[in-house]
């Protein structure tokens, strides 16, 4: 059973697009997670979020997290190649164990 | 500062066979956690060490046991091997002293390539 559901599993799109890819659970999540994983490397932390609500932004990459803190999105503004990978979010739902979704694959085109 | 460093890379085994995975922590480090990644399921937790001693452990069977060593290295060990191991084990190290983990940054290393034949 996957906790969190991520979707779309696969998403090509044009270098410029925009885009939102989404993380949903029924469970109450106390702090939520991004990541991003390039291929032959390991995930690396791209934001953390923890209030209900919350929206944070890192450059072309906005995160929000849902008011119940049961789901969380991520919006990419102009995409660029560079964007390629693996998005993953994990949520903690208790002090020492995440709850990863199985990811979306983005492939930006140039 | 080198960051996370996992050996071997690569490895292909044979059903029964035990293997074992070795993950190097950035320096300074003394958290490590192990996972295992399979496409369509994520990453799914083992375990993690903390100062040489389990902190906490995931919902795997016996077969999977780790070990972390007084210099923060940690090892893992896979015994008895089934198809299904074939995944990719990543390792991940922390900085901070135990918490909450989802307030926690974790760095990854490269991973390793598992294969079971």
């Known amino acids: 059973t996957q906790l969190l559901e991520q979707s779309p599993q696969f998403l090509s799109i044009q270098e410029g697009e925009n885009l939102t890819v989404y993380c949903n659970s029924s469970?109450?999540?106390?702090?939520l997670q991004w990541y991003r994983q390039e291929p032959g490397e390991g995930p690396v932390l791209l934001v953390t979020?923890?209030?209900g609500g919350e929206v944070k932004k890192l450059k072309r990459l906005t995160f929000q997290f849902g008011d119940a803190r049961k789901d969380s999105s991520l919006h990419i503004t102009a995409a660029q190649p560079g964007d390629t990978g693996l998005y993953l979010c994990a949520g903690a739902r208790s002090n020492y164990q995440l709850i990863w979704g199985a990811g979306t694959k983005l492939i930006i085109k140039p | 500062k080198a960051g996370v460093t996992q050996t071997p890379r690569y490895l292909i085994k044979t059903r029964g066979q035990q293997v074992t995975l070795s993950c190097s922590p950035i320096s300074g480090h003394r958290s490590v956690s192990w996972y295992q990644q399979t496409p369509g399921q994520g990453l799914q937790f083992l375990f993690e060490y903390f100062s040489e001693t389990q902190r906490n452990k995931g919902n795997f069977p016996g077969r999977f046991s780790g070990r972390q060593f007084s210099n923060s290295r940690s090892e893992m060990n896979v015994s008895t091997l089934e198809l299904g191991d074939s995944a990719l084990y990543l390792c991940?190290?922390?900085?901070?002293?135990?918490?909450?983990?989802?307030?926690?940054?974790?760095?990854f290393g490269p991973g390793t390539r598992l294969t079971v034949t």
């Open positions: 991940a190290s922390s900085l901070s002293p135990p918490g909450p983990v989802g307030l926690v940054e974790q760095y």
């Open positions: 979020v923890v209030t």
């Open positions: 469970s109450v999540f106390s702090s």
